[in-house]
């Protein structure tokens, strides 16, 4: 059974930062692309970041450029998001997922396996 859990959510204030961190079993991931994505209260889910198999390659939303970063451990089987200079737009429920490709990938319905998801809340 593949099993994502996210972990590292919670309620912080703005400016501050915070590393969720996506551990996976079931099987490896280490040719998956993966994702973080997240969906705020009343909005639908959105592309925050993806990464490569390997690491050499990622992309952001516009919305997150300069202050979260996208990594991964293989070894580990465990993917993070670094989130810094956080804004009360950043709250949300954010999920990581394993994509059908091993390269970035844009698109929600690439993604065939999904977290349940952690709670981050950004105070003003």
């Known amino acids: 059974q593949v099993i994502l859990v996210e972990s590292g959510g919670g309620v912080v204030q703005a400016g501050d930062s915070l590393t969720l961190s996506c551990s996976m079993s079931?099987?490896?991931?280490?040719?998956?692309?993966m994702g973080w994505f997240r969906q705020a209260p009343g909005k639908g889910r959105e592309l925050v970041a993806t990464?490569?198999?390997?690491?050499?390659?990622?992309e952001y939303a516009d919305s997150v450029k300069g202050r979260f970063t996208i990594s991964r451990n293989n070894a580990e089987n465990t993917l993070y998001l670094q989130m810094r200079s956080l804004e009360p737009e950043d709250t949300a429920v954010y999920y990581c997922?394993?994509?059908?490709?091993?390269?970035?990938?844009?698109?929600?319905?690439?993604?065939?396996?999904w977290g349940q998801g952690t709670q981050v809340t950004v105070s003003s």
């Open positions: 997922a394993a994509s059908q490709y091993s390269s970035i990938t844009m698109y929600e319905y690439q993604y065939t396996s």
């Open positions: 079931g099987r490896s991931f280490t040719y998956n692309g």
């Open positions: 990464i490569s198999w390997n690491g050499d390659r990622s």
